[in-house]
């Protein structure tokens, strides 16, 4: 038996392996040992060809690390239970094992983001929310709207918080806060307002910058529970919450500033950073579940930790076949692991340091 291989350029044109008849052996025809394949025939043969593409090792990189060049603290990466297709909520005890927990192959996340649904029954954010809490993760609670009751067209959808109803909706956000907490569910960040800044035809709420700063100068004190975060921003638009940010009183009441990725470029908020608000990416979602996909969650992830000095990353469910960590029967889908390559070895409280000399992939 022989073996053929075959190399060539990746990226270049096809590779051939051919014969025909007016090669050195007359017909093409194949020996072995001197002596024909085929007898005295020189009739065609077959020949199996295995080709392999390969990739010649990068060349070695070395790098300096400089603990003494100290970045963000890290708060955490997890995900969301918001909307979930019917039937998947809340997890199972196992299921957020495998999401919290930190042995064998778990994921290890310490952060959940529930909804705070506007109809008043609140008990549906608890058992997930809860679950999380017990295996020592924290909770952010965010609105996709407030009650029709304070909007200016009384809807659900669209619209913006009445200003005679700012006070009412700090108590109301408040409310949940001590909710949770009285359920075993206690939130260590409640947020104003999901994507103050994109008009969509489902549960939503529009602020202005303005806004904003006013609701946090004039009616934040009143939320007492928890922290406060904003803006979440659909595309982390940084002027949604540079109105706040440069008002000393109304800064002084933002705990944390979060923001979504929905074709934003990833950057650093140096004003945020510079009035040490921890910045925190919480929704970004694809439904492609390729390992192609996976990656590309991995490298964002990345640039959000060293480019735009994040502490925390939320992809946007835990589990869900079209974007899910898990999918509907509860197994991980590659997302999952490439989740746990930063929630499992880069912890709480675990602070980013520099590093020099890293100029290649």
């Not at 952060?111 to 999380?132: E, F, H, K, N």
């Not at 969509?200 to 004190?221: G, I």
């Not at 919450?241 to 500033?257: E, K």
Request: with cysteine; proline share 6%.
């Amino acid at each position: 038996m022989y073996a053929f291989e075959l190399s060539g350029a990746k990226g270049s044109g096809p590779l051939r392996w051919f014969r025909n008849t007016t090669d050195t052996y007359s017909g093409g025809l194949a020996f072995r040992g001197r002596a024909w394949i085929n007898g005295t025939n020189a009739r065609d043969f077959a020949l199996a060809v295995h080709a392999t593409a390969t990739l010649g090792e990068a060349p070695v990189r070395r790098c300096t690390l400089m603990p003494a060049e100290r970045h963000q603290t890290m708060d955490g990466f997890g995900a969301g239970v918001v909307f979930l297709d019917s039937g998947l909520s809340p997890l199972s005890s196992a299921q957020m094992d495998t999401l919290y927990g930190t042995a064998g192959t778990q994921v290890g996340l310490t952060l959940l983001r529930t909804r705070i649904a506007p109809y008043g029954d609140w008990s549906g954010a608890v058992p997930d929310a809860r679950q999380a809490v017990q295996r020592g993760a924290r909770v952010l609670a965010t609105p996709w709207t407030p009650p029709a009751s304070m909007k200016d067209n009384n809807n659900t959808v669209a619209g913006s918080l009445l200003p005679a109803q700012y006070a009412n909706y700090a108590k109301y956000l408040n409310d949940f806060a001590l909710y949770m907490a009285a359920n075993g569910a206690p939130l260590s960040v409640i947020s104003l307002q999901n994507e103050p800044d994109y008009r969509v035809t489902y549960e939503s709420c529009d602020w202005t910058a303005a806004q904003l700063r006013t609701f946090m100068l004039e009616n934040a004190p009143a939320i007492t529970a928890a922290p406060i975060m904003i803006p979440e921003s659909y595309n982390f638009t940084f002027s949604v919450s540079d109105a706040t940010l440069n008002d000393p009183v109304a800064a002084g009441r933002v705990g944390y500033v979060g923001g979504h990725l929905y074709g934003a470029t990833i950057r650093d908020y140096a004003l945020a950073r510079s009035l040490g608000k921890p910045v925190w990416m919480t929704e970004y979602l694809e439904n492609d579940q390729t390992i192609e996909s996976a990656i590309g969650t991995a490298r964002q992830v990345s640039h959000c930790l060293s480019v735009g000095n994040m502490s925390a990353y939320i992809w946007w469910k835990l589990i869900g076949n079209a974007n899910g960590l898990l999918n509907a029967a509860g197994t991980p889908q590659r997302r999952a692991y490439v989740m746990g390559q930063f929630s499992r070895f880069v912890r709480p409280g675990d602070t980013r340091i520099g590093v020099s000399g890293n100029a290649g992939p």
